[in-house]
């Protein structure tokens, strides 16, 4: 079997030979951590949008979607703490020179200590069989109590030294814990500074000060300076939520693992503003309706879970992510913020407005509290494409193959029209039935090849349907049918392809289940 690592090379090999993804500007040997989408890969992440666009603004009626600027004015970033706070504790290794998130070392120490415990439980399960007590193992078991103590002792550690903003305490964590780098094995760490992620340039001809401007780090500040405009003109009552899709740009440290964190990237955020003391009301409800979108795809539910944060952003009272199990393990798709007042407050500071909503119900005016979600279109990307991503052999051939199981609503191309030869107007009759599904459905027309080997690119690249046209349909104006997960085949009238279609990729169908 082949290991994770190498699954996860051969997804970023498909998606290069499939037309999904490719590094950008390659010929000049790339620029790192900044990738294109292809031909195909731009269809599935326009889908992916809908798919969240249409739930958020569709399916709700109090929230409404905007499109703000990549560029704002430099307060906006004072204001949000993006200046002062946005930083990452970076790391070098002297040995290896190579260079690491301070956070993701020890935190990458404390899963490797868990897993230790697990494999213990695991062990001891086997052996106690139906009498196993994990509970009381826990509790008793020295080896478990140990790793339990480490762990205890350096998350405190490094909790306290976060809140604290104490980078020489952040590294006598990494000392303390004995935690060495990976490339060198080495304990011979710089000292940990501070790094802002934020990408700066200059506004204009004249270069000084006043003029530098950032590309945002995230959408979400594009939606609270709007905040009274979107209420306003759209007459909106607390609680209601603002919408955005858009791209953000960090200068992450460490930019690795594909497209999981890239430097320049594309997030889906909505924010919801309510009365401040209902925030932890709508915290759940939102982590709920969130994990229900993710899981209507039918990934498989125990593909996901909850993390709830220990370490709070500048920002937050209460955040927890929605992690998904890639390749890696399982990592952070979503974040779900509790952002109380923090955001609207500090705009109303630094800009000297008001910024205020009028409740009619309890004739009172506050600055609204806000929970938002946001989600990384290309963490969701990686994780539909790498799920989908199967090797598999063809029972009757003994053959091959390698298809992606899209969730057909999200498929690139829904449906491929494959005319069995060239002539004897088949091509022609093809054509006629594309020139009716075209407009709902992205069809590819295809008649190069073996009718075999079509199928194989079309499994390729994750098209739910094959349609062949042949001497028969010319008859009595059926078609073969191919369905892309089971490779069944089966004779249907072309007047049913529509409804056919309609029923397993229409978006309709997929929202009704939210
Ligand atoms: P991480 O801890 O992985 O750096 P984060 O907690 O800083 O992520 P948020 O600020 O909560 O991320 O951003 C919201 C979402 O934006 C994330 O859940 C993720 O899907 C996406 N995202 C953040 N940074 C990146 C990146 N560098 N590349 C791709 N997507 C990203």
Not at 75 to 86: C, I, L, P, Q, Y
């Amino acid at each position: 079997m082949a290991n994770n690592e190498d699954i996860f090379r051969k997804i970023i090999a498909h998606c290069k030979e499939y037309g999904f993804i490719f590094q950008s500007s390659e010929i000049y040997d790339g620029l790192s951590a900044v990738y294109d989408y292809g031909q195909n890969g731009s269809e599935l992440k326009n889908n992916i949008k809908k798919y969240w666009w249409d739930a958020m603004t569709k399916l709700h009626e109090n929230i409404v979607g905007i499109d703000a600027a990549i560029f704002m004015h430099p307060r906006t970033w004072e204001a949000s703490g993006h200046v002062g706070a946005f930083n990452d504790p970076l790391i070098d290794n002297k040995d290896s020179k190579k260079r690491y998130r301070a956070d993701v070392l020890i935190e990458e120490y404390l899963e490797k200590i868990e897993e230790k415990i697990n494999k213990e439980i695991e062990k001891a399960a086997n052996r106690f069989g139906d009498a196993f007590d994990e509970k009381q193992f826990r509790e008793t078991n020295q080896r478990v109590l140990d790793n339990q103590k480490k762990i205890d002792e350096t998350k405190a550690a490094f909790v306290k030294a976060l809140e604290d903003n104490d980078l020489a305490a952040i590294k006598q964590v990494i000392v303390d814990a004995d935690i060495t780098c990976p490339v060198s094995g080495s304990k011979n760490w710089t000292d940990v500074r501070q790094f802002n992620l934020m990408f700066s340039t200059q506004l204009g001809s004249v270069s000084d000060e006043s003029s530098t401007i950032y590309l945002r780090p995230e959408t979400a500040q594009g939606i609270f300076v709007n905040f009274l405009n979107v209420q306003k003109t759209g007459r909106m009552k607390i609680p209601f939520g603002i919408a955005q899709i858009g791209k953000a740009f960090r200068n992450e440290i460490v930019a690795r693992q594909f497209i999981f964190r890239m430097r320049e990237f594309e997030q889906m955020e909505m924010q919801f503003f309510v009365r401040p003391g209902t925030e932890m009301e709508w915290y759940k409800y939102w982590k709920d309706v969130r994990m229900k979108w993710h899981k209507a795809l039918g990934l498989g539910d125990e593909k996901y879970r909850f993390h709830d944060h220990d370490k709070l952003a500048h920002y937050a009272n209460a955040a927890a992510d929605i992690e998904f199990n890639l390749p890696m393990g399982f990592r952070e798709v979503e974040g779900i913020h509790s952002r109380t007042d923090f955001d609207l407050g500090n705009h109303e500071k630094f800009s000297g407005k008001k910024i205020q909503y009028f409740d009619t119900e309890i004739n009172k005016n506050y600055v609204p509290y806000v929970v938002e979600t946001s989600i990384g279109v290309d963490r969701m990307f990686l994780s539909i494409i790498s799920n989908a991503y199967t090797e598999e052999t063809v029972e009757a051939t003994g053959e091959q193959r390698v298809v992606l199981k899209i969730p057909p609503v999200l498929a690139p191309v829904k449906l491929a029209v494959l005319p069995l030869t060239k002539k004897d107007g088949l091509p022609e009759k093809a054509r006629e039935i594309m020139d009716v599904l075209k407009f709902d459905y992205n069809c590819q027309y295809e008649e190069k090849d073996s009718i075999g080997k079509r199928y194989r690119r079309q499994d390729a690249i994750g098209t739910p349907f094959c349609i062949t046209i042949d001497h028969q349909t010319l008859q009595d104006d059926t078609v073969t049918i191919r369905y892309r997960d089971t490779m069944d085949q089966e004779r249907v009238a072309t007047d049913k392809l529509e409804d056919i279609m309609e029923d397993m990729v229409s978006l309709k169908n997929l929202l009704k289940t939210l």
